[in-house]
Structure formats: C-alpha cells, structure tokens
C-alpha cells in the first residue's frame, strides 16, 4: 500500500486535491491517503467554507502557520512539517500549484529522501520578480513526478533540461472540481442575495502583491473600477490582503466614491463559481480564475503584464491588460459593445484529470 500525502494550503489548493483526494479513496487496498493542512490561508472564508463546499474531511494535521512574510512563512510550514513527515513516514507527497506551502513541504520531503508529485507542474510566467514564480521553478526543479496541465508547460520542461521520463501530461485539475460542482452551485441563491442579474454585472478578484502592494497601482486599477462601474455593476469579493492594502494606502475614500461597487467577503466555492459563471466579465490577476473563466466561456481580462497560463489566451476567452486607467477602461467597454473573445476548450481539461493521475501510480 503506498501512504500518501496531500498538502494544501491556500484556497487554490483545495479545488485541486478535492477530486485527487476523492480518486485515491476509490482504491483503499492500494492508497492511503491523508490530507495535511498548512493553515497558509487560515480565515474561515478562505479555508473552512471550501473545506465544507468541496466535501473534503478535515485535516490528519493542521499545521496552523498563518500569515507572515514569505521568508517566515515559508521557514515556519518547513518546521512544522518535517515532524508530521518524520511521524508518518509516508511514501510520496503531493504538492500543487505555486504557493509558499508548495515549494516548503516539497523541500522538507525530498530532504528526507520521499519522492515528490507537483501537480500542475512547468507553468511558466517568465517573470521572476513573482514569487510565484520562484515557487514553481524550485518546485519543479526537486520533484520527481511533474504533472502538467497544457503541452506549453511540458515544453518549458524540455527546455529547462528536464528528464522527458518525470513529464506526464494529465490535463488541468481545476476542470475536474469545476465540472463536478457546477450544478451545485447553480443552485446558490448568491445573484438573489445580491441583487443582481445574469450576465449584467462584472466580477473582480484582486490580491497580487504586483498590483495591492504599491499606492499608484492599487490607484490605477481603483480608478477603472470607478469608470467601468458607472456603466455596469461591479461585484468584488475583497480578499484580506486587498483590504488592508487599501486601508495602509488611506484609499478608502477612493473605494467609497464608487458607488456601483459591491463589495463582500471572499465568497464560498459555490457562491464564487455561480459569480463567475453568469458575469458579464471578469476582472483578475488571480492564475486559477483565467483557467476557469476560459472553460466556462466567460470573457476574461488579466491585469498583469505576463501569465503563466497562456494557453488561455491562445486558447481561451483570456486576455491581458496592461496596469493603466484607460486601457482597463477600454477593453472593458470592448465586452460590452459585444466584442467578446470565443475560446475553445483545451485539450485533457475534461475533468478526468484525476483519474489520469492516480493512474500513473496504481
């Protein structure tokens, strides 16, 4: 029987190990499998709803690191994991994504000689001032099974050396959460709650250091909110980061003149996705929501200069917007002059990526 951790820690994670959790029950005399929790994202909106809306069972451990700098984050998951490690003794450990919890735990594995699966492997935004970035090349750069979700990200492996024997293209994960969930969260009575109509209001996620964690950016990207916002609704889900950027930078009076802003805590898995499959558009630097927007057909603008994902753009409904007033005006106004971008569906993102996976190690 192979013992098998799955990390998580930050709400990206959790839609990518709840069907890979799910897949590994399926076969109990071949996997056991248990489920550590870093507490990366440790507020009940970004950890406990998604728990409870992706029906995953709580934690084997709840390491409880909370927030901090990258540095004591990072330092802080590695300490705590390396006794759960030594405790378990399991015999292969998957990470995903391209959080601190991701390149932490796998570093605290392969120190202690247990093989690595990086799900959602070779993503690449070529742009190294992201943390993100770092993450997922350190991560790649130590594990031993590199599961990747588009063909690009298999070839920027190839180009950075890599075995071809570790590279195994499995699809994109997210799909898999995405596709199962949809007609539960057709039934979330969110739009009601709100007030709003379907395909009459836009939908924003905000939280990159890039663009909260610097007053002319945060600004910039404010003052859109405000134009656009006189033209259509404006919904924001405000993650706890965006929030207190706003608060340190004294933007409050900026964010209170818009008047056609809804702003609510961040949202359920169910309440989020039922936003995001009947928005109008979407406005995000979020990597997840560029991937979920293109297979559910929704126009998408990316305010950041690069991604990691750009078979959505290739591909998708996805397009990226450069970090200035009126160019976020624009291609905004674009949608709603019926300018929108039709994608397509890319290949293997048909929600059986989790069956492919524990495929590869039954």
């Known amino acids: ?84 490690l030594l405790k378990h003794k399991p015999d292969l450990v998957f990470v995903a994504g391209d959080v601190n919890s991701t390149i ?6 392969v120190k202690l000689h247990i093989p690595v699966a990086h799900l959602e492997a070779g993503l690449r935004s070529h742009a190294r001032t992201m943390p993100e970035e770092i993450n997922r090349i350190l991560t790649d750069a130590i594990s031993d099974y590199l599961l990747t979700p588009s063909p690009d990200a298999d070839q920027n492996l190839l180009r950075e050396g890599v075995d071809p024997k570790k590279i195994h293209f499995v699809g994109n994960i997210m799909i898999d ?48 909110f405000e134009s656009i916002s006189k033209k259509i609704p404006l919904i924001f889900p405000i993650h706890p980061r ?4 706003i608060e340190t930078f004294k933007l409050n009076s900026l964010l209170e003149k818009i008047h056609n802003l809804i702003l609510i805590p961040p949202a359920g898995y169910y ?3 039922n936003l995001q499959m009947n928005a109008k558009f979407i406005l995000t630097d979020s990597g997840g929501i560029q991937e979920e927007s293109t297979w559910l057909g929704v126009p ?59 495929s590869i190690f039954r």
């Open 300 to 358: 998408c603008l990316t305010l950041r200069p690069q991604t990691e994902r750009p078979v959505t753009i290739t591909e998708g409904t996805n397009k990226l917007v450069k970090l200035e007033t009126e160019e976020i005006v624009r291609e905004t106004e674009s949608i709603l002059n019926g300018n929108i971008k039709r994608g397509k569906i890319p290949e293997y993102w048909d929600g059986k990526t989790a069956s492919r996976i524990v």
């Open 104 to 109: 932490a735990c796998a570093l605290d594995a």
């Open 1 to 84: 029987m192979l013992k098998i951790h799955l990390i998580v820690g930050a709400r990206p994670n959790f839609m990518k190990m709840a069907p890979l959790y799910k897949e590994f029950q399926k076969y109990p005399a071949e996997f056991k499998v248990k489920l550590i929790h870093t507490g990366q994202h440790y507020d009940e909106r970004m950890s406990k709803l998604f728990f409870d809306d992706l029906q995953l069972p709580k934690p084997d451990e709840y390491l409880e690191v909370g927030s901090g700098s990258h540095g004591v984050q990072t330092a802080r998951i590695m300490e705590r994991y390396e006794n759960v």
């Open 177 to 224: 959460s995405l596709s199962y969930y949809q007609p539960m969260a057709e039934h979330s009575d969110i739009l009601d709650r709100l007030g709003l109509e379907k395909k009459q209001y836009g939908l924003i996620t905000l939280h990159r250091p890039s663009n909260v964690d610097h007053l002319e950016g945060l600004t910039i990207i404010l003052k859109a």
């Open 271 to 273: 309440q989020f996705l």
């Open 242 to 245: 965006t929030t207190k950027q």
